[in-house]
């Protein structure tokens, strides 16, 4: 059953988006030179009116969430990525890293109200929103959807089972927002405890896996719950409509899918890191590298909304593993490749052979050569300063994960 659309743009024809970024991005490459210093120094040599496509776009740096902690150490608070002062902001948070991340005073700064209209949630509804509302800012991301939509908040936080059972069943809100798993935890509670909670129709999950099995125990209770992926640096990024199939962009990003260590962009289907561009003038990340794997889905969704989707949350392009004392990275993989033409994909298997460290490169290679094995073993060496066997295997036989680098040692006990 179709929800309708939160507004025009998500239905507009590939013409009219296509000409709306054209128009956005180079006032928004203007802005984050003029307004962060970061940008300042990256993009000096860069005339943002020339940034008007995509494809302008992927010439520009990537700037990458693993070195924020470092600048933000260095030039705090933010690192040079905010463009706005100060005091035109509403909240800062802190999370884990440490990463500091900014909140503009400004109505729904996340962009949430999407996500949970496409949700089912609609003005006059109440949303009991389980997620942190102290030093990361995914409380107040879903807060500022709601609000947006002129829908009252219960700022319920995390923990607290049973409290947050016998709220829910005096307040009888509509919709549960939180990581996915919490919700059935509170709705077993209440069902311990005798409660009434049939007034929680609708739910909203992020910051987790939503496992299939979990989504069946929703849907046999009655439940419609649908999933987004966003983060505290960007907002929201994509979300699920009634069709399920993928996520569909957000309105306010610009996605790109690039091959972990090489930055090289993928084609439709081949899962590599997330990359982000937002429209955000506070804060305003272009080319965010993200370190999380996903893929671009063909077409467009069934629900009617016209922009890209994406498969959701895959992993962690952030692949480095620690090889006989020193560490091996996906970059020193598309160093190898490039030293060695004739692979187009490979991916570095790191083992335990008895108590030692092993390395296999394997390598798909269209016509084998009998001399490719050797070079590629030698590449290997140069690049890591480090032994490693070499199996050539037929193209397309690699998982289409995004792995460069498949750790299968036991994780430590």
Same mark, same amino acid.
């Given at each position: 059953?179709?929800?309708?659309?939160?507004?025009?743009?998500?239905?507009?024809?590939?013409?009219?988006?296509?000409?709306?970024?054209? $128009?956005?991005?180079?006032?928004?490459?203007?802005?984050?030179?003029?307004?962060?210093?970061?940008?300042?120094?990256?993009?000096?040599?860069?005339? #943002? %009116?020339?940034?008007?496509?995509?494809? /302008?776009?992927?010439? &520009?740096?990537?700037?990458?969430?693993?070195?924020?902690?470092?600048?933000?150490?260095?030039?705090? #608070?933010? @690192?040079?990525?905010?463009?706005? !002062?100060?005091? /035109? &902001?509403?909240?800062?948070?802190?999370?884990?890293?440490?990463?500091?991340? #900014?909140?503009? %005073?400004?109505?729904?700064?996340?962009?949430?109200? +999407?996500?949970?209209?496409?949700?089912?949630?609609?003005?006059?509804?109440?949303?009991?929103?389980?997620? /942190?509302?102290?030093?990361? #800012?995914?409380?107040?991301?879903?807060?500022?959807? /709601?609000? =947006?939509?002129?829908?009252?908040?219960?700022? =319920?936080?995390?923990?607290?089972?049973?409290?947050?059972?016998?709220?829910? $069943?005096?307040?009888?809100? +509509?919709?549960?927002?939180?990581?996915? !798993?919490?919700?059935?935890?509170?709705?077993?509670?209440?069902?311990?405890?005798?409660?009434? &909670?049939?007034?929680?129709?609708?739910?909203?999950?992020?910051?987790? %896996?939503?496992?299939?099995?979990?989504?069946?125990?929703?849907?046999?209770?009655?439940?419609?719950?649908?999933?987004?992926?966003?983060?505290?640096?960007?907002?929201?990024?994509?979300?699920?409509?009634?069709?399920?199939? @993928?996520? *569909?962009?957000?309105?306010?990003?610009?996605?790109?899918?690039?091959?972990?260590?090489?930055?090289?962009?993928?084609? !439709?289907?081949?899962?590599?890191?997330?990359?982000?561009?937002?429209?955000?003038?506070?804060?305003?990340?272009?080319?965010?590298?993200?370190?999380?794997?996903?893929? *671009?889905?063909?077409?467009?969704?069934?629900?009617?909304?016209?922009? +890209?989707?994406?498969?959701?949350?895959?992993?962690?392009? !952030?692949? $480095?593993?620690?090889?006989?004392?020193?560490?091996?990275?996906?970059?020193?993989?598309?160093?190898?490749?490039?030293?060695?033409?004739?692979?187009?994909?490979?991916?570095?298997?790191?083992?335990?052979?008895?108590?030692?460290?092993?390395?296999?490169?394997?390598?798909? $290679?269209?016509?084998?050569?009998?001399?490719?094995?050797?070079?590629?073993?030698?590449?290997?060496?140069?690049?890591?300063?480090? +032994?490693?066997?070499?199996?050539?295997?037929?193209?397309?036989?690699?998982?289409?994960?995004?792995?460069?680098?498949?750790?299968?040692?036991?994780?430590?006990?």
């Amino acid at each position: 059953m179709a929800l309708g659309f939160y507004d025009d743009l998500e239905t507009r024809g590939a013409e009219a988006r296509a000409a709306a970024l054209a $128009a956005a991005l180079p006032r928004q490459v203007a802005q984050a030179r003029a307004g962060a210093p970061h940008y300042r120094a990256l993009l000096a040599d860069i005339d #943002p %009116a020339a940034i008007t496509s995509p494809e /302008a776009l992927a010439a &520009l740096p990537v700037t990458r969430k693993s070195d924020l902690i470092r600048q933000q150490a260095e030039q705090p #608070p933010f @690192g040079g990525v905010v463009a706005s !002062d100060l005091g /035109a &902001l509403a909240r800062i948070f802190v999370s884990p890293g440490p990463i500091v991340e #900014p909140e503009a %005073a400004v109505p729904d700064y996340w962009r949430y109200a +999407r996500a949970l209209f496409a949700t089912g949630l609609r003005r006059g509804e109440l949303l009991h929103n389980c997620f /942190a509302y102290h030093f990361t #800012p995914a409380g107040s991301m879903l807060e500022g959807g /709601a609000r =947006a939509l002129g829908c009252p908040v219960f700022p =319920a936080g995390t923990g607290n089972t049973e409290m947050q059972a016998r709220a829910a $069943a005096q307040l009888r809100p +509509r919709c549960y927002g939180g990581t996915p !798993d919490f919700l059935k935890t509170i709705l077993e509670k209440g069902e311990e405890l005798g409660l009434d &909670l049939s007034s929680l129709r609708l739910g909203h999950v992020t910051g987790g %896996a939503y496992l299939p099995s979990l989504r069946d125990w929703y849907a046999a209770r009655g439940l419609t719950v649908r999933q987004s992926y966003g983060t505290a640096d960007l907002g929201l990024v994509a979300y699920e409509s009634e069709a399920r199939e @993928g996520l *569909i962009l957000d309105e306010g990003v610009l996605v790109e899918i690039l091959r972990p260590g090489t930055g090289d962009p993928l084609p !439709d289907g081949e899962v590599g890191e997330v990359v982000v561009t937002t429209l955000n003038p506070h804060h305003p990340l272009l080319r965010f590298a993200t370190g999380d794997l996903s893929a *671009i889905l063909p077409g467009a969704s069934p629900c009617g909304r016209t922009n +890209r989707r994406i498969r959701g949350w895959m992993g962690r392009a !952030d692949q $480095a593993a620690k090889v006989r004392g020193l560490f091996v990275r996906p970059e020193q993989v598309a160093e190898l490749l490039r030293a060695v033409p004739g692979v187009k994909r490979a991916r570095l298997v790191v083992s335990l052979e008895g108590e030692r460290d092993a390395m296999l490169l394997r390598a798909e $290679a269209a016509a084998p050569d009998p001399t490719l094995a050797e070079r590629l073993g030698q590449a290997l060496q140069a690049a890591t300063k480090l +032994r490693g066997a070499v199996e050539l295997v037929p193209p397309g036989s690699l998982p289409n994960d995004g792995k460069v680098i498949d750790d299968t040692r036991p994780v430590p006990g």
